[in-house]
């Protein structure tokens, strides 16, 4: 069946500091893998795509990471913000052109 | 700011009435999908529009359905509304597949009481 599972599901942190969420996948065949960041009640922002042959991307303090053998990803916020408080979702893409979504890590960043 | 604006931002119905939302893509995007996230939950895909036909569908009951307009805009529409329609929303608008990058509007948030 194909999932996506995040951990931690809830994470706090304080400002300035760094922080690394984790995703697995089972999305066979796989074609890319997307993370977002979406604001309480606001539509989703994406952050990063990256595809098979990718290790690694960066957006500024957000860096994502690949390993397609073991199918994980991560993304790690560095020098965190108070505006970094979100919800942070993984999406896997297959070759049947459906999005599978993780059910998203909760990230409150606290003075 | 992506592009893609969406409304009403908020709307109240009652169960079983009809609701109508909208979703205006981005310029020079060609599909357009729609979402349903309930609270605490990742978003559900809806259904998918690409150059004004239907282009996949998730699992969601014939009462959900949809319309693009040759300017790419979209409609969806929910008869009969239920008390577990209540969610959030979300229009995405692309050039081409599901697998190009979406880009999300600010979404609808749906109350049926």
């Known amino acids: 069946k194909n999932q996506v599972e995040q951990s931690p599901q809830s994470l706090i942190i304080l400002e300035g500091k760094n922080c690394t969420l984790q995703?697995?996948?089972?999305?066979?065949?796989?074609?890319?893998l997307r993370w977002y960041k979406q604001d309480t009640g606001r539509g989703p922002v994406s952050l990063t795509i990256?595809?098979?042959s990718e290790n690694t991307k960066s957006n500024g303090r957000y860096t994502a990471t690949l390993d397609a053998d073991t199918k994980q990803s991560s993304l790690h916020i560095t020098a965190s913000q108070l505006s970094d408080s979100a919800s942070y979702i993984c999406?896997?893409?297959?070759?049947?052109?459906?999005?599978?979504w993780g059910l998203g890590t909760s990230l409150a960043v606290n003075p | 700011e992506t592009g893609v604006t969406q409304s009403p931002t908020h709307l109240i119905k009652t169960r079983g009435q009809q609701v109508t939302l909208r979703c205006s893509s981005q310029?020079?995007?060609?599909?357009v999908s729609w979402y349903q996230q309930a609270l605490g939950q990742g978003p559900q895909f809806i259904f998918q529009?690409?150059?004004?036909?239907?282009?996949g569908r998730g699992n969601f009951p014939p009462r959900f359905s949809g319309l693009q307009f040759p300017n790419y805009s979209s409609e969806l529409n929910v008869n009969a509304l239920e008390l577990d329609d209540s969610a959030l929303y979300l229009c995405?608008?692309?050039?081409?597949?599901?697998?190009?990058?979406?880009?999300f509007g600010p979404g609808t948030r749906l109350t049926v009481t």
């Open positions: 995405a608008s692309s050039w081409g597949t599901v697998e190009e990058e979406q880009y």
């Open positions: 310029s020079g995007h060609n599909t």
């Open positions: 529009y690409y150059r004004e036909e239907e282009n």
């Open positions: 995703c697995n996948y089972t999305v066979s065949p796989f074609s890319n």
């Open positions: 990256m595809t098979f």
């Open positions: 999406v896997v893409g297959g070759n049947n052109r459906k999005l599978i």
